[in-house]
């Protein structure tokens, strides 16, 4: 199965996307463990949950692209069924 080129750049995203979650959280952190440990890990925690939303968003648009090439093999075949009944 041939991926076009949406799919290779959302496949592309998302693991760039893991990755930025990974790194940044580790990196914001380190940036903020200077004003407390507490504070650190409310605002890496918060950093995270961002991130995931942005993660989320990317699997919905594969989602939605996969349901439209479904929707558009349905309305061929109806189309075909639709043909030899009239």
Known sequence: ???D????II????GASWAIVLFGALITFKVFI???LGLA???TILFVIISLFII???????????RL??????????????AKHT
């Open 41 to 43: 890990l409310f605002i």
């Open 5 to 8: 080129i949406f799919d290779k």
């Open 34 to 36: 200077i004003l407390g």
């Open 69 to 82: 090439v479904e929707a558009k093999k349905q309305t061929k075949l109806l189309e075909k069924i639709y």
């Open 11 to 14: 496949s592309f995203l998302l």
């Open 56 to 66: 989320l968003a990317l699997d919905a648009f594969m989602v939605n692209k996969q």
């Open 1 to 3: 199965m041939q991926k």
